[in-house]
């Protein structure tokens, strides 16, 4: 599908698009799959896609919404398409330290005309980062407050009114029974909303391998028993979740168990020398793959899907070929990834070196085109 992308784009960039009401897509099409200004390409059934006014980008979603995580455990890799590729939207969680703090000031929320052009170039998922500070004020175990709720939920809604998946993304918690509660809260005022998707906690680390494992198990446990058994769930693990070291870290989570059979593990993965993503240098063309096959392993040995929740590399060419190594890893196992997400987007990111915030960041006018065509 790739390869098909990128011919097509050599062989003249004005004409790769499907006409009004054209076909774009379904079960072997082999035809444009980009439809021209105004139009967009809608799936009809598994098997019939075509091109219909409007900008919402409904093209790729209708075929993921059913599909729940395989359960069974193949034992060679599957290439093909992957389910989810996205963008982190990081905003709502920033000023740390300053709770509740002052919107405009402290914390802001994703823009919802950023978003609108991320989801015309075929970004199908969102990882909204919010904070669990200013969602419960001082204890977990408190009321929502209504005001940081209604503004989540409106970009939340805006993601998934448009046919894309939204994940919730709290900061590290410690306190497995309060974990529970706020679980309970959140999940509540998200269970009707399938789109949403529940990611327990971001990056824990240096935490007691036990206690990674017990709070996410109160995690899936209070959300399925709110009644949000719809949604999937993404359980991060410790040492920040990095896939380069989950083999040797994190294999205590294979014993997670979720009643609605839906659960997915996050990690992330960095290209630079110390795996942080605080640099513009990657290792070599090749490390991408090579950080992530370890992880590979892992789920197919254990039967479990993955997402690369974070991920990300400098603007310049050997980056661009290590991104490339790992996006076509990825493809290339689909049977044990399901998607991945660049870090990040936001309003407030400027000219940070990975910044994905159209139509400037540094990160989406190097790598848009490439990671587009990753899209589902
Ligand atoms: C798609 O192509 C495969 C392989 O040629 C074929 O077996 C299958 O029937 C085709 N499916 C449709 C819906 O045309
Ligand atoms: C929510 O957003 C509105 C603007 O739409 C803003 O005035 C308000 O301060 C925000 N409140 C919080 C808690 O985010
Ligand atoms: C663990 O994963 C890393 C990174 O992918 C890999 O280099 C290493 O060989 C793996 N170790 C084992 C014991 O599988
Ligand atoms: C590289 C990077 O910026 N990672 C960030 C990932 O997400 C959380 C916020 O949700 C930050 O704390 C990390 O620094």
Known sequence: MRSFIISSALVGLATAAASPYAQCGGTNWSGDVVCESGYTCTVSNEYYSQCLPGTAASTTLATSTTKAAPSSTPTTGA????????????????????????????????????????LEQGYNIFRVAFSMERLVADKLTNTVAADYLKNLTATVDYITDNGAYAILDPEIITDVEGFGS?????????????????????????MDQDLVLN????????????????????????????AH????????????????DKLIYEMHQYLDSDNSGTSDVCVSTTIGAERVSGATAWLRENGKIGFLGEFAGGANSQCEAAVTGL????????????????????PWWADYIYSFEPPSGTGYTYYNTLLKSYAP
């Open 182 to 206: 706020f679980w309970t809260t959140v999940a509540t005022a998200f269970k009707s909303n399938e789109k949403v998707i529940f990611d327990t906690n971001n990056e824990y680390h240096d």
């Open 245 to 260: 070291s989950w083999n040797t870290t994190n294999g205590n989570l294979a014993g997670l168990t979720d009643s609605a």
């Open 79 to 118: 290439a093909g398409k992957l389910k989810w590729l996205g963008i982190n939207l990081s905003v709502a969680e920033f000023g740390t330290g300053e709770y509740p703090g002052v919107w405009g000031t402290h914390f802001y929320f994703p823009d919802d005309s950023a978003i609108s052009t991320l």
């Open 327 to 346: 996006l076509d890893h990825l493809e290339e196992n689909s049977d044990v990834w399901e998607g991945a997400l660049w870090w990040a987007a936001g």
């Open 215 to 242: 709070l996410n198990q109160a995690a899936i446990d209070a959300i399925r028993g709110a009644g949000a058994t719809s949604q999937y769930i993404f359980a991060e693990g410790n040492s920040w979740s990095g």
